[in-house]
């Protein structure tokens, strides 16, 4: 399916509540649109201004995708939308709107996609003879609890029939809309089926209003970690991503408060800058953090062997050389001082059922 981008809609430069400063065109894109403001229709950054999300209900013909990347945790993963109106900058699944005829850029966090049939799918294929429980990540690609989870409640509906079946699974948010399926999620994790993750980034909210503006704010993802935790919910923090000269000072800080708040495991991850994710975060870091930028990017290509980004599956989630290595000394050392543990806590496939019955309200 693709889309016409509104790439040429508007012209470079933030968008209020946005990640990205521009709107490029992704990587099949064949031409590529420049905007010239000639006045007629007022001054374009006070349409920025107004940047509206849209959501587009869409069909899945799956929703239980299996996971083969021997680097990035459970063997399946369910994402009930694409996009994510999060807005993160460094997001990894930008360039997966390219596919669509979208920009990677604005239209990544304003231009969203809803399988508005994930709970049916999902009741069908976990009713399949063949099929065989193993601890899926919900969220693994974009947010599942984004903004528009409110509303649309998916994620909520997917829930239950996990929670039904005694399908074990993982989420990771950077959302504290997670508080809402405590009810859900306590039930599942007192059988050993249910586990979280708040990605905290940064604590100051300077950074994170610019880096990931429609996330929670930083305070009340610690705050969601303690009320997960003290409703008996396994709960972890994702020290992610790691960005040098911008917040990795904070790496400790991040770990202590999370540990603090009741997290029991943790993971860290190295900035990543896939496709068009390195000229988005240049443009960025140019517009929010000049005088950082050029600091920023050298450091970054000193742990991707001189390049913005490498792929390989050994090394990219934390990079290499001197500045990698110290990273991943001061996590495990901060890691062994708090108590937690680098693994996701073991969920217990075994006690699957098939689904049975009528199927579940969303409500």
Known sequence: MALKSTANDFDRGAAKGRGAVDNREGRYEKLQVQVEDDGWYGDVGEEQGRLA??????????????????????DATINPYRG?????????????????GLSPGLDFETRLFAKGNAVEVLRGELSRPGYRPVPVMLGANTDAYQPVERRRRLTRGILQVLAETRHPVHIVTKNALVERDIDLLA?????????????ITTLDTDISRYMEPRAS????????????????????????????????????????SAAEAGARHAAWVLLRL?????????????????????????????????????????????????????AA??????????????????????????????QLTLF
Not at 56 to 69: C, F, K, M, P, Y
Not at 337 to 358: I, V
Request: proline share 9%.
């Open 53 to 74: 999300t849209t959501l587009t209900e869409e069909s899945a013909r799956s929703i239980v995708q299996r996971n083969d990347s021997p680097d990035s945790g459970p």
């Open 84 to 100: 994510c109106e999060h807005g993160c900058i460094y997001c990894y699944a930008r360039p997966s709107h390219s596919y669509l």
């Open 187 to 199: 039930d599942m994790a007192a059988e050993g089926l249910a586990s979280v993750s708040l990605s």
């Open 217 to 256: 704010a930083p305070a009340r993802r610690v705050e969601a970690i303690r009320r997960l935790a003290d409703a008996g919910v396994p709960v972890g923090v994702n020290v992610a991503p790691v960005v040098p000269f911008l917040t990795d000072d904070e790496l400790e800080t991040i770990l202590s």
């Open 274 to 326: 896939p496709w068009e994710v390195a000229p988005l975060f240049r443009d960025w870091l140019q517009e929010r953090f000049p005088l950082k930028a050029a600091h920023v990017m050298s450091r970054m290509q000193q742990m991707r062997g001189g390049r913005d980004y490498d792929s390989d599956f050994s090394t990219r989630m934390r990079g290499t050389g001197p500045y990698a290595q110290l």
């Open 329 to 358: 000394r001061r996590f495990d050392r901060a890691c062994a001082r708090l108590g937690l543990s680098r693994e996701f806590p073991p969920l217990d496939p075994g006690k699957f059922r098939r689904p049975s019955g009528p």
